[in-house]
């Protein structure tokens, strides 16, 4: 029995952790979006609308994030013994992007000099911008691997610091401003309705590039990665995942095409990310630290993750429960045409 759960506890903490991780990217993804495009838009009302579309529920999207990590620390506290000393660097620097893009963003509707409404604009651009791009470098130096000798980490503090970790970095910042620029499409009407329409198309574009190329790059990492690409049954995972992207990617973009499509763009790069998400799952299965460290070897006692599933069980309807709460107080308001600010 013991045996049966210290195989199967992991797993589903494992999938827990994914699923957390993967909440925050689309809730708190299209948030960051918006900022990486807020200095594109040189009108200040348009700049106010576009933080209104996600005032009321902005708070709440980091919840995931501190789920996410929790789960780490508790369940997996080998992992997060060795992830975090390798990647301090980036983690702080996210970190203190997401502190300044939250002073930004409730200082930029206190300011009313222009000069310290373009500075709080300003930080709350370049905010978003560093958040997502250490997002990014953080998963690009997990699975390009973390060099670890008897479950510590041995490398040096700037081993993020590579061509792989950086273009992770950049992809993420542009696919977070599609999704961003998606969301207002199917938000705002007018002027920054087709502004946003225009610039899906370009940001779509670069965005499969990234996919295209990452995809390529990821299974010359490591010979496990390849091995999944090439081997059963883990082929017939992988397979599917570039046809299906193809089918979004057609969708994101007969959606841009059609100017009654509001809601497509928005909903195919979801998608696009779920495909994005699930196809380096795959690859990196069953390690939690690349190429070295599986689920199994970082997992915590069984004892101690029962007792950790027992209280999820009842924390997790509850963030379910406001998140879709907020959102949907949030649908109502934007109906009415309340601004917040």
């Not at 495009?37 to 996600?54: A, G, P, S």
């Not at 699975?143 to 700037?158: A, H």
Request: charged share 10%.
């Amino acid at each position: 029995m013991t045996e049966t759960a210290g195989f199967w506890l992991p797993v589903v903490w494992a999938l827990l952790a994914a699923t957390a991780i993967f909440l925050y990217v689309c809730l708190d993804g299209f948030d960051l979006g918006i900022g990486i495009l807020f200095l594109k838009e040189k009108d200040h009302d348009h700049r106010n609308l576009m933080v209104n579309t996600v005032a009321p529920v902005w708070d709440g999207n980091e919840t995931w994030m501190i789920f996410g990590g929790a789960a780490l620390y508790g369940v997996f506290p080998v992992a997060y013994g060795t992830i975090l000393p390798a990647l301090y660097l980036p983690i702080l620097f996210m970190l203190l992007a997401l502190i300044l893009r939250g002073v930004s963003f409730e200082f930029r509707f206190k300011s009313e000099s222009p000069m310290s409404q373009f500075f709080w604009d300003t930080s709350f651009c370049g905010g978003s911008i560093v958040a997502a791009f250490m997002q990014g470098v953080i998963l690009g130096t997990l699975v390009q691997g973390i060099k670890v000798e008897n479950n510590v980490f041995v490398g040096s503090s700037f081993d993020w610091l590579t061509p792989f970790a950086l273009f992770c970095g950049l992809a993420v910042v542009i696919g977070y401003a599609l999704l961003g620029a998606t969301w207002l499409l199917w938000r705002c009407e007018g002027e920054l309705h087709d502004a946003m329409r225009r610039i899906s198309f370009v940001l779509g574009g670069l965005m499969l590039a990234t996919i295209a190329l990452v995809s390529i790059w990821t299974p010359m990492l490591h010979t496990t990665y390849m091995q999944h690409w090439l081997d059963m049954p883990q082929f017939a995972l992988v397979a599917p995942v570039p046809v299906a992207v193809l089918v979004l990617a057609a969708a994101l973009f007969l959606g841009l095409r059609n100017p009654r499509s509001h809601l497509l763009p928005f909903i195919a790069t979801l998608g696009l990310f779920f495909l994005c998400f699930s196809g380096l799952g795959i690859n990196v299965w069953p390690y939690i630290v690349p190429p070295t460290i599986t689920i199994w070897q970082a997992s915590s006692p069984p004892e101690s993750q029962t007792f950790l599933l027992v209280g999820t069980m009842f924390l997790l309807p509850l963030i379910l429960s406001y998140t879709a709460y907020s959102y949907y107080v949030f649908r109502g308001k934007m109906s009415a045409g309340h601004h917040y600010h």
